[in-house]
Structure formats: C-alpha cells, structure tokens
C-alpha cells in the first residue's frame, strides 16, 4: 500500500512537472511572438542590403509629422509578395499605416479610390494622393514625396552652348540624369536664352524663397520663373555676356544654379574657356581653374577607371555631401576650384586625394605632367555658395563642380554619382530633409567564366563526382567481402 502510494505521489510530481514545464513553453512562445509582432527585426546579409529600406526612406518614413497611409490593391493571394517591401515601412512609424485591399471584396471601395488595375500603390499624406507605378522602394519613396510635398519642382538645363543634353542617349548624354531627376519628384525642361522654355509636361511647383519672374518674351535675355534650379552643365562655347548677367541676377535676386564646368581642353572638341561666367563665379567667392586633375593613386584603375577620371572619397561637412561618407564618386576630366573670400558664403563639397596633381598642359593629347611645378592634391573640385539677397528668408544658392561627365549616361550609376546630384538639387530647392543616400538598383552580379572553366565544372561535378561515389561504394563492398 506504501509502495502504492509512493508511486502515485510520483506520478503526481510528474504531471505537476510537465504542466510546469507546458506552461513556461508556452509562456516564452507567446512573449517571443509578441515581441517578433512589435519589434520585427531582420539582419540582411546581402553586400547591396538588397533586402533593407535605404537611408532616404528611413529619414522620410520616420520624420513623419501626420499620419500617412499606403494602400495596396490586389487579389489577396498576391499580398505576400506586396508584404515583403511594404511591411518594412510599416514598422519604420507609428504615423504610416499600410493597408492591403482585394478589391473583389471590396468593389465599391476601390471604385472609390480609382483603382483601374490590380497591384494598383496609392500613397495618401497631407491630404494628397499620388501613386506609385511599380511595387519598388524607388517608386513607393517617390510617391510618399510627392505627397508630403505637394508637386513637383522644375529643372531647367540650358543648351545652346553645346551642353550636355537630357535628350541624348550615348555615354556622355544626360538621358539617365533626366530620367533620375523626374523619379526624385522634379519635372525637367530644356531652356535657351532668348527662347520660351519647353513646357513640361508635369506640374511645377515655384514657391522656394526666390524672386519669381513672369516668362520672358522672345529675344529678351532672362530665367523663366517656374525654374526651381538651372543647371548648367559642361558647355563647350562661350556663354554671351548678357546671358552671363541673366544667370548671375537669377542667383544673386534668391535663384538657385548648377555650374558644371570642364576643363578648356585645346584638342579635339576644344572646350572655350567662358570667361565672362568664370569671372561672375569668382565674384562669388570660388575660382575655376584652367587645368586637368589627374588620379595618380592608382585606386580608380581597380574600377576600370583612368588617371583622368579622379576617384573621390574626402567629403566636407556641408550638407549636400554630409551623408556621402561612406561612398566614392568619380569625376571624368575634371578641373579644380579654388575657394576664396567673395559676394558669397562659399564652402568645398569634396576634394581628390593627396596622390593627385592638377596639370596647366591642356593642349596635347599625352598626359603632361611636372611633379616639381604642378599643384599636388587633395585638389578641390566642389564646391558650394550662399548669397544675400537682403530679403527676408531668401538667399541666392549655387554649387559649382569642376566637371559635367560625372553625371554623364557612361557613370552616373557609379557608387555615390547619382546620389551627389540629387542631394545636390535636393540643397538647391531647399528640400535639405532628402538629402540621403537612395535606394540602390539590384546588382548584375554575374559569373563569367571561359570555356577551359567550363570545361573544368563539367568533368568535375558530371563526371568526377559519381565516379569518386561509385569507386567509394566498391571499395565498401570489396572490404566487406
């Protein structure tokens, strides 16, 4: 009977145990998922972060002042897919709210809303609705812009100077640029002095703090006032001297300009040196000198990259560049710039590195350069200005980089290029809060092997691998024997 009972007193301290044990399990599990459900971490492993939202969404997405909503529209067997990019903006803020909506099941709803297609990406903030065209972070980012924002801004590129042009499409054409600059929310336009700019067909937006100006009429020298920023970039003829004061009242009335000026090369298409528009810069405070920086480091030919293509890193503290630490960019035929005391609050963007040298022999077609008299690195090459206007809450801004090919169609997706144009821009059209680093586009990362390698593959996992399994199995079978 003691034994009995001694027995059953176990069997009862092994069924508290196991309930003790359930209960805990249990316990942990529900607390884990309930931490997993509001703290979801990932760690991405990938080398391009292919699977993290970039530093552009992350500021825009957590600097939220109003609630914000982003609505997918699709059939509820594709939200898993929709799931993967759009949750992570859900739990970048608490103001963001991401809905998924099968509009069979809610017909009237997506009447409502416009919904025409499936996979449809309306973004609602400030009480505007944009929608993004495609389920990437590019797209959805875009559209949360626009709505925070309220349109778009316009840049207006000059020709007729022998600029780069946003309609040409080979390596040094600016195509990309264009079609990079309309994906940041800005509306693109070609002007030439004298001529009514070509419309645009998207909305502009002119309230910055600068001075507006009615369209000027044919013939009269002046900047349309629905340009946010004018860009003028890489012109091979000189610019007249009243288009030169139109530019420079522009800026110095709360305008907002780009210079990007290449060396005054004397061979092949000779590049004029513009020397009426180089004297208004210098007036500002930062002069553009006649030479060539040459790379002599060595770093760039590790990306396929000549001397004359300088590879930049040393990045200044101001904001255009102040969250290009991390990244490089790089600078065909650039020239460099010096900053001196002017009309203008002027500070450097970026500079070479030391292993450089700037070379004043512009007119042979072999790279000239004297260590013991050329000017040696970290050579300048960027820069930026503020002016006065003496108006309340306005100021004239400029940036002036001795280079137009950095943003050319051959290089503009190198490492930080793009980002350095747009954070650029975002300054100008005093939209500091984007300037970041973008979302970057998937890598090609392919393996490219000769035939010998191939060759090499096959025999080694078609034909040498079964063979080492068939002669392991006989040699089992023959020892057992």
Known sequence: MAQKNWMSSRQTRF?????????????????????ANRYNKSFDATTNKRFSLSDQTEKVVKNLKAPATITYWDKTGSFTQARDLLDRYDNLSAQLNVAYIDPDKKPQQAKAAGVKNFGSIFVEANGRKEEAKSMTEEEVTGALIRALKGGQRTVCFVAGHGEKSIDETKPTGYSGLKETVERNNYATKTIRFGERAEASAAPTRTDITKTETPQAPAGKVEIPGDCTAVVVAGPRFDLSQPEVDALKAHVENGGRAMFLLDPPLKIGDAIAENAALAQVIEGWGITVNKDLAVDLSGVGQLFGLSEVVPLVTNWESHPVVREMKDASAAFPYARTLEVKAGKATVEKLFSTSKNSIATSKLDSAELMVDPNKDKRGPLTIGAAGTIKTGKENSEGRFVVVGSSGFAGN??????????????????????EDLISIRPKDPEDRRLNLTRSQMNGIFW???????????LAGVSVWWRRR
């Open 15 to 35: 069924t508290a145990y196991a309930a003790v044990y359930t209960v805990i399990i249990l316990a942990v599990l529900g607390l884990g998922n309930f931490l």
């Open 410 to 431: 051959n290089i503009l997706r190198f490492n930080g290029n793009r980002d350095l144009f747009l954070n650029a821009m975002n300054w100008l059209s005093s939209d």
């Open 460 to 470: 080694a996992s078609v034909v040498g691998f079964p063979v080492m399994i068939l």
